[in-house]
């Protein structure tokens, strides 16, 4: 069975910073990785999905990457900002598609200015 | 553009009581689903259907009941809720199943309270 974890839990860092996000996997035969926000009260936001041959996807200051023989992502965030506070989610889906999709529980990030 | 929208976004109910939580999508989207999300649990899917009159049974469907009788809509019915309900809900929706690498969108949830 899947199972999937992120550490840390919580993050907190000062403005400005870099910082990375860690998300492990138990079962490396995986169709894609999603990383999403989740804000305080909101849903899930869609931030980055790496396709299982792909290593690495950017957005903005968001860049993810993925190692799936060692069953890691990562999430890079550039230059945090406060804005940025939220919880981060992993997800990964295996080949029979989102029926599938096991998430991690979570980094909660609090960015101070 | 409204995307995905839940209704309520908070209810409370006594235990033994029946509710249905809103789901509805504009966005043309075959597959639709139910979380759950509890306190150190991750999301865990409950029901999912993969287009109108076809659903099917997620992780942790004891207790839920779901139809789609259109595209737009897939509505969850809690038949008599437990405290063990008590959780925030979020529906999702996608253009496909996952299997072509396509994101899924999420509505901001309902917070349930069963007493």
């Known amino acids: 069975k899947q199972e999937v974890t992120q550490i840390p839990a919580a993050l907190s860092v000062p403005e400005g910073e870099n910082l990375v996000l860690n998300c492990s996997f138990t079962d490396s035969a995986i169709y894609n990785l999603q990383w999403f926000r989740q804000d305080p009260g909101k849903g899930l936001t869609s931030l980055l999905l790496?396709?299982?041959?792909?290593r690495e996807q950017t957005s903005g200051r968001l860049n993810a990457s993925l190692d799936k023989s060692s069953g890691r992502s990562t999430l890079y965030i550039a230059a945090s900002q406060p804005g940025d506070s939220a919880t981060y989610l992993c997800?990964?889906?295996?080949?029979?598609?989102?029926?599938?999709?096991?998430f991690g529980t979570g980094t909660r990030l609090l960015v101070s200015p | 553009n409204a995307g995905v929208t839940q209704t309520p976004k908070f209810q409370v109910l006594k235990t033994g009581q029946s509710m249905t939580l809103q789901c509805a999508q504009d966005?043309?989207?075959?597959?639709m689903s139910w979380y759950r999300q509890d306190p150190g649990m991750g999301l865990r899917l409950i029901h999912y259907s993969v287009g109108a009159g076809i659903t099917d049974q997620g992780e942790v469907p004891n207790g839920y009941n779901v139809s789609r009788s259109t595209t737009e809509d897939f509505p969850l019915r809690l038949l008599s809720a437990a405290p063990s309900q008590t959780s925030v809900y979020f529906c999702?929706?996608?253009?496909?199943?996952?299997?072509?690498?396509?994101?899924?969108?999420f509505g901001s949830g309902t917070q349930l309270s069963v007493l």
């Open positions: 997800a990964v889906i295996g080949r029979l598609g989102f029926q599938k999709l096991v």
């Open positions: 999702a929706s996608s253009y496909s199943t996952g299997s072509t690498n396509e994101k899924l969108f």
């Open positions: 966005m043309n989207h075959e597959y």
């Open positions: 790496i396709q299982s041959s792909q």
